[in-house]
């Protein structure tokens, strides 16, 4: 028996990790560097292997753990199952080991490529065109049913070798199955569920959103293509608002809206990278109000859901990765790694590795309501508020098999088949060439989205929780998907695709029904609370939504406030590129504070050019005014809805204009047109 235990190790599961060992080399080899659009990030690299030089090595080593596991691992299952299934040990067993282990491989990330085919695009079809045929071939030329069918052989064969290698295998094999089929039973019978509170009082208020959503592509609004059975069917229980915004169209600053019912000058958060100091802290957030009240309250997302855990709202607790720079190196390395991804995809592999749920790459959309489920389930007697935010639709559009698949053009070449990929200088001619294609990708992220939120309403249905659970489906912006030939979220005012949102409330008693009046983001969270039969905070802005949800009105008259966030890049193409006040790019505007885990901030001395530089506008459900500071001086644009779209036109609305005049003067000092920042009030 010792024997063949050694011979086990040292002839299946050491080949077996020496072939691992050299895969992982060659993706060392081939995958270092950090780009940008495709394009090298010197500057980035540079400080990578530089400052942040061990967090690198250290992340390099626990992958290098893992694919020496696995390989150990499979090399030894195969060289067990030979023997078990032949009754006798291969000729040459260390070259039937590393080539078996290396076949099973093969197979598994086939069926990965197949499932994520996103991950492995710079690994495969970005690297000539023998590759880019073989990955479209696993995703285009191939069924699923193959792949499952190679895992149910592989299980058999397992089971078979286990059956003949000895009796006494067998015996602890049928024990061991008896006792965890035991403990099984046990443990469904001695822990339940906890109590979900929720009461006609004090309902559950559950918040869902997937990011960069638009209303106008859900079946509810007209769309021609099923991107949304189930937001459809939802829609027909709901109070669905046609004419929701956001003031600014970026994940951060959008939900410290929500969050606070402010706007982004009361609140602070003004872009993607705020210092410490000007993320919620010591504000006034729905958790907070909430906790007060009694409730539990969590927070649950994948990758575009790392602000969560940057901001101070105040939840009891938050499940979504971790941004800052040593985190960006961890997400990094496992990207260069994609090989190694197939093993790595289920609870234990998250565990080990926390920063998959970073990777843009793979769509994490299953794994957040696996954790929204769970989290609605740990009740405690209280009643819950939970946002779930999906990062389904966030560029790069990515979905999992089948949802990539389902609307594209399958003659389509490249990455650009499975993802949204595009240059760090894209011309307008490169976008729209690729527009047909990236529309399609889009609707399917939106269909990935929605069988995840049929999941939720569900399990919802199914634990008895529809008539005391407030659901409120929304998103945190929109996208620009070619209009003005520009794509993307934030970084302009023209037209309504960035800032116009989905808005959907279902709550026991309320019918219903739909309402064209204009509504903001910020309304929400003052609007919830009263819903809920709490007295809101003076702290929260915003206008009641009450009367428009229990249909007394149609509109409230209310005026949408909205400004761009920070331009990442310092020129491009685009018309916003050219006319506005420049700043240097993100790169050099940001920095890494090693006193606040590596986080990645604007420095305090562009904070203020970043601000007066911001694109400002007030809007009506018809018409719009926007403000564009330039070097030359300041440019005022109007703009009207026609056939659902907005147009340019000459004509100022004096109304908007003066609401907009009052906006930047809440924002700062205007002087000779500009928003300047106000001086600091100097101390008695």
Same mark, same amino acid.
């Given at each position: 028996?010792?024997?063949?235990?050694? =011979?086990?190790?040292? !002839? /299946?599961? $050491?080949?077996?990790?020496?072939?691992?060992? #050299?895969?992982? +080399? &060659?993706? %060392? *080899? @081939?995958?270092?560097?950090?780009?940008?659009?495709?394009?090298?990030?010197?500057?980035?690299?540079?400080?990578?292997?530089?400052?942040?030089?061990?967090?690198?090595?250290?992340?390099?080593?626990?992958?290098?753990?893992?694919?020496?596991?696995?390989?150990?691992?499979?090399?030894?299952?195969? =060289?067990?199952?030979? !023997? /078990?299934? $032949?009754?006798?040990?291969?000729?040459?067993? #260390?070259?039937? +080991? &590393?080539? %078996? *282990? @290396?076949?099973?491989?093969?197979?598994?990330?086939?069926?990965?490529?197949?499932?994520?085919?996103?991950?492995?695009?710079?690994?495969?079809?970005?690297?000539?065109?023998?590759?880019?045929?073989?990955?479209?071939?696993?995703?285009?030329?191939?069924?699923?049913?193959?792949?499952?069918?190679? =895992?149910?052989?592989?299980?058999?064969?397992?089971?078979?070798?286990?059956?003949?290698?000895?009796?006494?295998?067998?015996?602890?094999? @049928?024990?061991?199955?008896?006792?965890?089929?035991?403990?099984?039973?046990?443990?469904?019978?001695?822990?339940?569920?906890?109590?979900?509170?929720?009461?006609?009082?004090?309902?559950?208020?559950?918040?869902?959103?997937?990011?960069?959503?638009?209303?106008?592509?859900?079946?509810?609004?007209?769309?021609?293509?099923?991107?949304?059975?189930?937001?459809?069917?939802?829609?027909?229980?709901?109070?669905?608002?046609?004419?929701?915004?956001?003031?600014?169209?970026?994940?951060?600053?959008?939900?410290?809206?929500?969050?606070?019912?402010?706007?982004?000058?009361?609140?602070?958060?003004?872009?993607?990278?705020?210092?410490?100091?000007?993320?919620?802290?010591?504000?006034?957030?729905?958790?907070?109000?909430?906790?007060?009240?009694?409730?539990?309250?969590?927070?649950?997302?994948?990758?575009?859901?790392?602000?969560?855990?940057?901001?101070?709202?105040?939840?009891?607790?938050?499940?979504?990765?971790?941004?800052?720079?040593?985190?960006?190196?961890?997400?990094?390395?496992?990207?260069?790694?994609?090989?190694?991804?197939?093993?790595?995809?289920?609870?234990?592999?998250?565990?080990?590795?926390?920063?998959?749920?970073?990777?843009?790459?793979?769509?994490?959309?299953?794994?957040?309501?696996?954790?929204?489920?769970?989290?609605?389930?740990?009740?405690?007697?209280?009643?819950?508020?939970?946002?779930?935010?999906?990062?389904?639709?966030?560029?790069?559009?990515?979905?999992?098999?089948?949802?990539?698949?389902?609307?594209?053009?399958?003659?389509?070449?490249?990455?650009?088949?499975?993802?949204?990929?595009?240059?760090?200088?894209?011309?307008?001619?490169?976008?729209?060439?690729?527009?047909?294609?990236?529309?399609?990708?889009?609707?399917?992220?939106?269909?990935?989205?929605?069988?995840?939120?049929?999941?939720?309403?569900?399990?919802?249905?199914?634990?008895?929780?529809?008539?005391?659970?407030?659901?409120?489906?929304?998103?945190?912006?929109?996208?620009?998907?070619?209009?003005?030939?520009?794509?993307?979220?934030?970084?302009?005012?023209?037209?309504?695709?960035?800032?116009?949102?989905?808005?959907?409330?279902?709550?026991?008693?309320?019918?219903?029904?739909?309402?064209?009046?204009?509504?903001?983001?910020?309304?929400?969270?003052?609007?919830?609370?009263?819903?809920?039969?709490?007295?809101?905070?003076?702290?929260?802005?915003?206008?009641?939504?009450?009367?428009?949800?229990?249909?007394?009105?149609?509109?409230?008259?209310?005026?949408?406030?909205?400004?761009?966030?920070?331009?990442?890049?310092?020129?491009?193409?685009?018309?916003?590129?050219?006319?506005?006040?420049?700043?240097?790019?993100?790169?050099?505007?940001?920095?890494?504070?090693?006193?606040?885990?590596?986080?990645?901030?604007?420095?305090?001395?562009?904070?203020?050019?970043?601000?007066?530089?911001?694109?400002?506008?007030?809007?009506?459900?018809?018409?719009?005014?926007?403000?564009?500071?330039?070097?030359?001086?300041?440019?005022?644009?109007?703009?009207?809805?026609?056939?659902?779209?907005?147009?340019?036109?000459?004509?100022?609305?004096?109304?908007?204009?003066?609401?907009?005049?009052?906006?930047?003067?809440?924002?700062?000092?205007?002087?000779?047109?500009?928003?300047?920042?106000?001086?600091?009030?100097?101390?008695?």
């Amino acid at each position: 028996m010792r024997s063949s235990a050694r =011979l086990v190790l040292l !002839r /299946g599961a $050491l080949p077996g990790a020496a072939v691992f060992a #050299a895969l992982f +080399a &060659a993706d %060392l *080899a @081939l995958g270092g560097g950090f780009k940008v659009f495709g394009e090298e990030a010197r500057g980035i690299t540079e400080k990578v292997f530089g400052e942040y030089l061990w967090t690198t090595v250290a992340a390099q080593l626990r992958i290098l753990g893992a694919f020496l596991f696995v390989g150990g691992l499979l090399g030894a299952a195969v =060289l067990l199952c030979w !023997r /078990g299934l $032949l009754g006798r040990w291969p000729g040459h067993p #260390a070259f039937a +080991a &590393a080539s %078996l *282990a @290396l076949l099973v491989h093969s197979l598994a990330v086939a069926a990965h490529v197949q499932l994520h085919p996103q991950l492995y695009a710079e690994g495969l079809c970005m690297r000539g065109p023998f590759l880019a045929a073989l990955q479209k071939t696993i995703t285009h030329g191939l069924p699923r049913w193959p792949f499952h069918a190679a =895992l149910l052989l592989g299980l058999a064969l397992i089971v078979g070798a286990v059956l003949r290698f000895r009796r006494t295998v067998l015996v602890a094999t @049928l024990v061991a199955t008896l006792v965890a089929a035991l403990a099984a039973v046990l443990a469904f019978s001695l822990i339940r569920p906890g109590t979900n509170g929720g009461s006609p009082a004090r309902p559950n208020i559950l918040v869902v959103a997937n990011d960069s959503m638009r209303p106008d592509r859900l079946g509810f609004n007209g769309y021609g293509r099923p991107t949304s059975p189930r937001v459809d069917a939802f829609s027909r229980q709901a109070v669905v608002f046609d004419e929701a915004y956001v003031p600014l169209a970026r994940t951060f600053p959008s939900w410290a809206t929500i969050l606070t019912g402010r706007l982004p000058h009361e609140h602070g958060v003004r872009h993607m990278f705020p210092r410490p100091e000007h993320r919620l802290r010591g504000a006034v957030t729905l958790p907070r109000v909430l906790g007060q009240a009694g409730y539990r309250t969590a927070a649950v997302a994948d990758y575009a859901g790392d602000v969560f855990p940057r901001m101070d709202a105040g939840f009891e607790t938050v499940e979504a990765p971790d941004f800052n720079f040593p985190a960006l190196i961890r997400q990094r390395s496992l990207n260069a790694h994609a090989q190694i991804m197939p093993y790595l995809e289920n609870s234990i592999g998250l565990a080990l590795f926390p920063d998959i749920l970073e990777i843009a790459e793979m769509a994490h959309a299953g794994t957040t309501t696996d954790s929204l489920l769970a989290r609605i389930d740990a009740g405690d007697g209280r009643p819950f508020f939970i946002v779930a935010f999906y990062s389904s639709s966030h560029f790069p559009y990515v979905a999992p098999y089948p949802y990539y698949r389902l609307f594209g053009d399958p003659t389509a070449e490249g990455p650009g088949l499975y993802m949204r990929y595009r240059k760090l200088r894209e011309s307008a001619l490169e976008l729209r060439a690729g527009a047909k294609q990236m529309n399609a990708l889009f609707d399917g992220t939106i269909r990935a989205f929605d069988d995840q939120f049929g999941r939720v309403l569900d399990h919802l249905a199914r634990r008895g929780l529809d008539d005391r659970t407030v659901v409120v489906l929304l998103a945190d912006h929109g996208e620009m998907l070619g209009e003005y030939d520009t794509t993307g979220h934030g970084d302009h005012l023209r037209g309504r695709e960035a800032h116009k949102v989905p808005l959907l409330v279902r709550a026991p008693g309320l019918a219903a029904h739909r309402v064209p009046g204009l509504v903001r983001t910020q309304d929400l969270a003052r609007t919830l609370t009263k819903l809920v039969g709490i007295e809101p905070p003076s702290a929260f802005g915003g206008a009641d939504l009450g009367p428009l949800l229990r249909g007394e009105r149609s509109t409230l008259q209310l005026v949408g406030l909205g400004e761009t966030g920070i331009w990442f890049t310092s020129g491009g193409g685009e018309f916003f590129e050219r006319e506005r006040i420049p700043y240097p790019d993100l790169t050099v505007i940001a920095e890494t504070r090693p006193d606040f885990h590596g986080e990645v901030c604007v420095r305090p001395d562009w904070d203020d050019l970043v601000v007066v530089a911001k694109h400002r506008a007030a809007w009506s459900e018809t018409r719009k005014v926007i403000y564009a500071p330039a070097p030359a001086g300041i440019v005022r644009e109007s703009m009207h809805v026609e056939n659902g779209r907005e147009v340019m036109d000459g004509a100022i609305d004096p109304a908007l204009s003066r609401e907009l005049d009052a906006f930047m003067a809440a924002d700062g000092e205007v002087v000779g047109g500009y928003v300047l920042p106000r001086a600091p009030v100097a101390e008695p």
